[in-house]
């Protein structure tokens, strides 16, 4: 599992830095569409954009390098919350563009990373986009995610 995420962050950095746009074939992915899951593009490619350039520096795949809680961990407890997609959309976009401390979803990621700062550089319909993207694409949960979920919640994701 371990492997998927190194491979994922390759390809993520090779794509931000104007890399190859190639994958081997057959190779298995943590983003894929949730309607074909032999793809690594998300239906939303702006979202996807937007999300390699100005979200994944800091949401890392992995706990380890990140400044921020992983992607998946963000979406994991957000779509608890927010299940229905306009919902989710509307949650994700206001929270990039102005985090609040009074409303947070995720208390143990604050009290570790602190509060994410307001991405104001982000546009209302990127931040749409990200969202989408995120609701859109199968965020894999790595191994020691569970382990990790019931530390810290008392109960598997």
């Known amino acids: ?3 998927i995420f190194s491979w994922l962050a390759c390809v993520v950095m090779l794509s931000a830095c104007g890399g190859t746009d190639t994958k081997p074939a057959n190779t298995p992915s943590t983003l894929t569409n949730n309607t074909n899951t032999s793809k690594v593009a998300a239906p939303n490619e702006r979202g996807a954009e937007v999300f390699r350039s100005q979200c994944m520096t800091c949401h890392a795949v992995d706990m380890e390098s990140g400044k921020a809680p992983p992607i998946f961990a963000v ?3 957000t779509i608890k919350v927010y299940a229905d997609r306009e919902a989710f959309i509307k949650r994700v976009a206001t929270w990039i563009k102005t985090p609040d401390a009074n409303d947070v979803l995720m208390p143990g990621a604050v009290n570790k990373f602190g509060l994410m700062p307001a991405m104001p550089q982000i546009s209302d319909n990127d931040a749409q986009a990200v ?14 995610y569970k382990a990790h979920y019931e530390a810290e919640h008392g109960k598997a994701p």
């Open 1 to 3: 599992m371990r492997y």
């Open 75 to 77: 979406k994991d407890h």
């Open 131 to 144: 969202a989408a993207f995120l609701f859109d694409t199968n965020l894999n949960q790595p191994d020691w």
